[in-house]
Each structure stands twice: as C-alpha cells, then as structure tokens.
C-alpha cells in the first residue's frame, strides 16, 4: 500500500470537520475567502462593472454547486461571472443569467418585497433564523440590474426594484436603522443593532446601482443620505489602530480580522472614487497603514480572545 505524501495530506483528513471550519474562519482561508480586490471596471457614473472583483469564486469550488449556497455568496457568484463577462468571456453571460434564475428562486415575496431569509442563526448578533440581510438584498439587487442591462428585459428590473425595496425608507424596516444623520443598512438586524461596517457599505452600492441603472430617483435620495450618514460614524470604526467591524456592544471589541481590515480599505477607497467625500481616501489610508504585522497579530490575537468571550452565547444557540 502507497503512502500518501505529506503534503497531500489536507485539513480535513486529520481535523474534524468543526475544528476546520473554526480554523478556516480564523485563518480567512478556504471556500468564502477567495481573493476579492477592487473591481476594475466599475463607473462613477453608470453602471458597469462591480465594486469588488468576484471573479474568483466562478473558479472556486462553490462554483460547482451553486444551487446549495447561501443567498448571498449566490449572489456573489453571479456578480463574478458578469466581471468575467466585461472580459470577454463567451460562456459568462449564460452563467451570469443562469446564477441571476437561481437568485430569483431563492427568493421569498413579502409584499411588494423580494426577500432572501438566512436559515443558520448567528450567536455573535444574538440572531436566529430565518432572518434577513441588507448586504444580501443590495447585492441581488446589483446582480439583477445588470442582468437588466444585459438582456433589456424589463423583469430584472422589477426583481431589483422588489430586492431594494427593504432599504429604501417608504416603510419601517427591520434592515434600517434611522438615525440623526441618516439610515444605516443593517447585514445582521437584531437588538442591539450591530452596524456591520462591510454590509452597510455593499448596501449602498445596491441602493446606487438601482438609482443609476434604473433611473430610480428615490433610490438616489437614500444612496446620498446613506453616504452622509456613513461620513458621520465612520470615525466610530476606527479604534486607534485598528478597524472595528462591527460596534455591536459586545463585551470586547468587534474588531475586524484582517482580511475584512483590508476589504474595509478597498471599500472606502471606492467609495471615494464614487462620491469624492475626502474622509473616505483619508481612513482608507490610514487604516492601511495600520496593516503591519505586529497589529495583525494583535488584532488576531484579540479576536481569539473574543471568541473564548463569546462562548457561553454560542453554546446558548447550540453552536
């Protein structure tokens, strides 16, 4: 019998499938943590390409399955399949159009709304499911404007419309919060509200896509109340040296691992590009520079603090 070399040897075979998952996650490696830089062929003044570049998820192994994912890494991978089409790539329009049908699906109708319920509860934001996501709603909205853009054909339209629609303001929303200076969009809504920073912002690209793909004046109106509402609290992330990721009132601070630390920097950094708010560039600078190696392992070693924190929730939900 042939051994098996040492370095084929994976993860999974010497570590139970918890304990990977756990590693995975504190590591940001593994399925879910493929590269995502920023887009390149996004416009300040129309719609093109997206934000962040998916593009690695089309190749990675949830590619092969995605009928099984989440709602948001679905929406993800049709949006890494039109930046694939922007390049040329023959097969990319059916796969785009073909991911946008399986969002469509997935998606369940309350009203005038077309919703996407996460079925796993989340400990860390005292969330169970089913429960909603405004980082989910933005980015089915962005991935069926474009299809709308695509084929011309006015039903991706309204699905954008009906997937924006919780974040727009017409009626209260448990994915808004509505503060002094402007809405918030909520990833994870519950009490009390967690101000996830990368939501928030994926949010907005979803409210703006719908305003200038569509024409959708409200949509617009929100958009520029949400980026003055972000102006306003974005000083409340930053912790010194360090990024919070969320300013949920845990025991220990949110704090960002690094591979959303630096999606923080390229967030904001396109944010600038969009709107020419200065604070944007000035904190996205400012928080790369605290990207050294003796505050990444300061900021992983707080998170693994946290999490010893956070156990008796978890085990609470049974996680």
């Not at 994976?10 to 940001?28: G, M, Q």
């Not at 690695?56 to 949006?79: E, H």
């Not at 929303?173 to 990833?187: A, C, K, N, Y």
Request: hydrophobic share 40%.
């Amino acid at each position: 019998m042939t051994e098996t070399p040492l370095h084929e040897i994976t993860t999974s075979r010497i570590l139970p499938a918890r304990l990977e998952r756990a590693l995975n996650s504190a590591l940001s490696r593994g399925p879910g943590y493929e590269p995502t830089p920023v887009g390149r062929a996004f416009a300040a003044e129309a719609v093109n390409g997206y934000y962040i570049d998916f593009q690695a998820k089309t190749a990675s192994r949830i590619a092969g399955d995605p009928a099984n994912l989440l709602p948001a890494p679905l929406a993800q991978l049709a949006l890494g399949w039109w930046e694939r089409h922007l390049t040329g790539d023959p097969v990319a329009p059916d796969r785009f159009i073909e991911v946008c049908g399986l969002l469509e699906k997935r998606g369940e109708s309350v009203a005038a709304e077309l919703r996407w319920p996460a079925r796993v509860p989340v400990p860390k934001y005292g969330l169970v499911a089913p429960w909603c996501s405004a980082l989910t709603q933005g980015q089915a909205a962005s991935a069926f404007v474009r299809a709308h853009l695509l084929t011309g054909e006015d039903r991706y339209a309204e699905l954008a419309l009906r997937a924006i629609q919780p974040l727009l303001g017409d009626r209260p929303s448990d994915l808004v919060v509505q503060t002094r200076s402007g809405p918030i969009f909520e990833e994870a809504p519950g009490e009390p509200a967690s101000h996830i920073l990368n939501g928030w912002i994926t949010a907005l690209w979803g409210v703006r896509d719908v305003h200038l793909g569509l024409g959708h004046k409200p949509a617009g109106e929100v958009f520029a109340a949400g980026v003055g509402c972000l102006r306003a609290h974005l000083p409340a992330y930053d912790t010194g040296w360090w990024s919070r990721y969320s300013l949920y009132a845990h025991p220990l601070e949110d704090l960002a691992k690094p591979i959303y630390h630096r999606y923080h920097v390229d967030q904001l950094t396109v944010l600038h590009r969009l709107t020419g708010v200065p604070e944007f560039i000035d904190t996205a600078r400012r928080w790369a520079e605290y990207d050294r190696p003796v505050r990444r392992a300061l900021a992983l070693a707080q998170k693994g603090m946290f999490a010893l924190a956070d156990a008796p929730r978890r085990r609470r939900f049974g996680s």
